[in-house]
Nanobody
Framework: QVQLVESGGGLVQPGGSLRLSCAASGTIYAIYVMAWYRQAPGKERELVARISNTGYTNYASSVKGRFTLSRDNVKNMVYLQMNSLKPEDTAVYYC?????????WGKGALVTVSS
C-alpha cells in the first residue's frame, strides 16, 4: 500500500504562484510514475503533468511553460511549481502514483485562483 498526501494548496491572485507537494509513504518501489491531475467544478478529472522514475516528464498543453514538475526520490516527494496562474487553473489537484500495476491517489488539494 502507498499513501499520498498533498499540501500547498490555497488562494492566489491571477498571475501568482503556488507550489504543491506530494509525499509518498508505505511500500515504495523504484520504478514508478507520479502525476498530478486536477478536477474543476463540473468538469472531468484531467492530467496536468507526470514524471517517471527516469525523470521523463510531460505536461498538458494548457499548463506547459507555466507549471514545472520535479521530484526527490530520496524523500519520495514530487512537487508542482505553478506560475502565472489563471482563474481557469482553479481546481482540486490530486497526486497519483503508479507502481507494480497499481494506482494510488491522494485526497487532493484545493487551488483557487481569484482576485
Amino acid at each position: 500500500q502507498v499513501q499520498l498526501v498533498e499540501s500547498g494548496g490555497g488562494l492566489v491572485q491571477p498571475g501568482g504562484s503556488l507550489r504543491l507537494s506530494c509525499a509518498a509513504s508505505g511500500t515504495i518501489y523504484a520504478i514508478y510514475v507520479m502525476a498530478w491531475y486536477r478536477q474543476a467544478p463540473g468538469k472531468e478529472r484531467e492530467l496536468v503533468a507526470r514524471i517517471s522514475n527516469t525523470g521523463y516528464t510531460n505536461y498538458a498543453s494548457s499548463v506547459k511553460g507555466r507549471f514545472t514538475l520535479s521530484r526527490d526520490n530520496v524523500k519520495n516527494m514530487v512537487y508542482l511549481q505553478m506560475n502565472s496562474l489563471k482563474p481557469e487553473d482553479t481546481a482540486v489537484y490530486y497526486c497519483k502514483r503508479e507502481q507494480e500495476g497499481m494506482e494510488y491517489w491522494g485526497k487532493g488539494a484545493l487551488v483557487t485562483v481569484s482576485s
